[in-house]
């Protein structure tokens, strides 16, 4: 039961790639020799706790070692919650304790020769060479690996400093008067914490923001020979899509990595499709952290248009979520026993770079309805009464005109088990003088309560999307009795503290009630979009929880392909099961539908903590702030 890290020193901090390692790893009267980082990480993970390096060294075999670490592994955790167990124990925070058998369940994981057969890899077994003595093993690995494991081994030996807030229980003392007191200032404090950030995070409805928009928006427009009747003119809009480089640098400055992508884009068609209305949301200037979200939903990198070049050369199947295998007709995606997804239409005023369907999404010109394959599909949700919501999305189906929609909301709203029609549109965020009038009663003489229900399910990203264009389309839907609601994808661009936080807060203040965070889906091109989801975790818990539960009404998910979604706040629906060699967390997924059939379950590698806190640190966040991260699985 030796193992426990000595406390930080406040004396020496160690640079990984620019990244100061976070000074509770230091020892306290320990000098090291400075090697490599690599190698003072090593050093610094046995200091963590050298009882585990003990075992590995006197082990006769991976095997041994792997059963006398379970056999550690099991005492410490007896240990913990035994009323019998030395001081120490009995003295550590509850908190701790917990946080202390999370930690342990995990390396339990870890060194299981299941998950090392499932992933392919064996971190013990990198542990254990190291231990040994054969250095060479070290260069197999990252600096994120061994970072996982110095978080898991402070973690197991209840040191994870978890605990740098204020004691919140009153004295036995206090009266209930001062005890109310004290408390409402604790959660001042957080409430002050969180605004703090918020003044960080602009919106579209900023007068200066709205501002420097309308000058660029203005020389849009004379770009186009355009005249503000057509800006406010959806057909204006899609009929002037922005889908070359030479717009784009013509009317704002792009960065050097911008412009090489997109003329990469352009070389081997990729599609680029930007409305000019969303394109003036563009920070003149160059990119910038009020922009860069906005950026880089349109703009694709060198790294993913690389990737779908290589993909589409190699033959690789960019349908990560498995939709050929859930379509029992075309047009139809089924994943769940009452609702399924109506795709009349395969393209979108503006194409996402981090797309679900970059795969069967067309640019605008070849885009097109398939009538026999809608009549067929129609017909089918008619023949099964099981159903009893649409989601009529695909593509984006308010590309189409109202005559259609009309026809289509007819179609649909004849079937009698059919009592909700949800319309997945991004066109209130990427062009929202598509939502007229006109269409606003259209979608209304549908939107009977009592009888079917008509919704909108719309995709904001980020603060700077809500424009007072885009609030005035919101409202016109409001107006006509049905709700609005938000999916967003958690992605890098707007995971730092609270920036998810304050999206909330802007959407529900503008009537739209935030419904669904998604993970990023796993797809090698999307790798800049990608963030840990123990940062997902986090957001929930720290950020999301300290909004009033109208505002916090998402739940943050992981679609799992082939079978649907899968929520992201119990150990019963995933599980880390692997350190891979460059520090990502592997894990894996139960199904949602688990406890009520045999169901296979889904192995996900994730992006590594450590390189997304590198890449925070590069763009001038604190990495401290997010110093709990390693103990959200």
């Known amino acids: 039961m030796s193992g426990i890290t000595p406390k930080a020193s406040k004396s020496r901090q160690f640079r990984l790639n620019s990244i100061k390692v976070p000074q509770e790893l230091n020892p306290r009267n320990t000098r090291l020799v400075v090697k490599s980082p690599k190698e003072d990480l090593v050093e610094l993970m046995w200091l963590t706790d ?4 003990k075992v590995l060294v006197m082990s006769g075999g991976l095997e041994e070692a792997r059963d006398r670490l379970f056999d550690y592994l099991n005492s410490l955790e007896r240990h913990y ?20 058998k999370e930690c342990i369940r995990v390396l339990k994981n870890v060194i299981r020769t299941e998950n090392e057969h499932l992933t392919g890899f064996s971190a013990l077994g990198v542990l254990y060479d190291i231990a040994k003595g054969r250095t060479s093993a070290i260069n197999n690995v990252t600096e994120g690996f061994f970072a996982e494991f110095i978080y898991l081994f402070k973690g197991i030996n209840g040191k994870s400093d978890i605990l740098f807030g204020d004691e919140l229980q009153a004295s036995a003392d206090e009266n209930n008067r001062l005890a109310s007191v004290n408390r409402s200032s604790q959660l001042d404090h957080y409430a002050r914490k969180m605004n703090t950030y918020f003044t960080r995070y602009h919106t579209g409805l900023e007068p200066e923001i709205r501002a420097r928009r309308d000058a660029l928006k203005a020389e849009i427009m004379a770009h186009f020979g355009a005249d503000q009747a057509d800006w406010q003119d959806f057909g204006w809009q899609m009929k002037h899509i922005i889908t070359d480089h030479r717009t784009l640098s013509a009317l704002v400055k792009l960065e050097k990595d911008e412009l090489e992508a997109l003329k990469y884009a352009e070389d081997n068609h990729i599609h680029v499709q930007i409305t000019p209305y969303y394109f003036s949301l563009f920070n003149k200037a160059g990119r910038s952290g009020d922009d860069r979200a906005v950026r880089a939903q349109v703009l694709p990198s060198m790294g993913y248009c690389k990737t779908v070049v290589k993909n589409r050369q190699s033959d690789v199947d960019m349908d990560f979520m498995g939709e050929k295998w859930t379509s029992p007709v075309e047009g139809i995606t089924r994943r769940y026993p009452q609702i399924l997804i109506l795709k009349p ?6 194409i996402c770079v981090y797309c679900q369907r970059n795969w069967e999404i067309k640019g605008i010109d070849h885009a097109g309805v398939k009538k026999d394959s809608l009549r067929n599909a129609i017909q089918w949700i008619k023949d099964n009464e099981s159903i009893s919501e649409v989601l009529i999305t695909g593509g984006d189906p308010f590309t189409l005109n109202d005559r259609y929609i009309d026809a289509l909301l007819g179609r649909v709203s004849e079937i009698d088990h059919v009592e909700r029609i949800r319309i997945g549109t991004r066109t209130p965020v990427t062009v929202p003088f598509r ?43 409001r107006q006509a009795g049905m709700s609005v609601y938000n999916q967003q994808v958690f992605t890098y661009y707007n995971s730092r503290r609270y920036e998810t936080a304050k999206l909330r807060k802007v959407l529900k203040i503008c009537g739209i009630d935030p419904y669904y965070t998604f993970n990023t889906k796993g797809k090698d091109e999307t790798v800049d979009f990608r963030v840990p989801i123990a ?15 109208v505002v916090r009404t998402d739940e943050p998910v992981f679609n799992v392909p082939k079978l649907g979604k899968s929520h992201l706040r119990a150990w019963q629906d995933h599980e880390v099961i692997m350190i891979m060699p460059g520090g ?48 959200y699985f």
Not at 50 to 53: E, L, P
Not at 81 to 100: I, P, T
Not at 345 to 350: E, K, L, R, V
Request: charge should be negative; hydrophobic fraction near 30%.
């Open 435 to 477: 939502i007229t009038p006109e269409l606003a009663d259209i979608l209304k003489q549908y939107h009977q309560p009592g009888i079917r229900e008509v919704c909108i399910v719309t995709h904001f990203e980020h603060p700077m999307e809500m424009t007072p264009e885009s609030l005035e389309a919101v409202q016109r839907i």
């Open 81 to 100: 919650f035994n009323v019998h167990s030395e001081q120490d124990f009995k003295d550590l925070h509850m908190l701790e304790k917990n946080n202390a």
């Open 584 to 631: 990502q967390r592997s894990y894996r997924f139960y199904p949602w539908e688990s406890k009520l059939a045999i169901c296979d379950t889904y192995i996900y590698t994730d992006v590594s903590i450590f390189d997304y806190l590198r890449r925070l640190n590069a763009d001038g966040e604190d990495v401290g702030e997010y110093r709990s991260i390693w103990y």
């Open 345 to 350: 239409y395969d393209s979108c005023p503006q």
């Open 535 to 549: 940062r997902m975790e986090q957001e929930r818990k720290e950020e999301a929880r300290l909004q009033p539960g």
């Open 50 to 53: 050298h009882t585990i390096k």
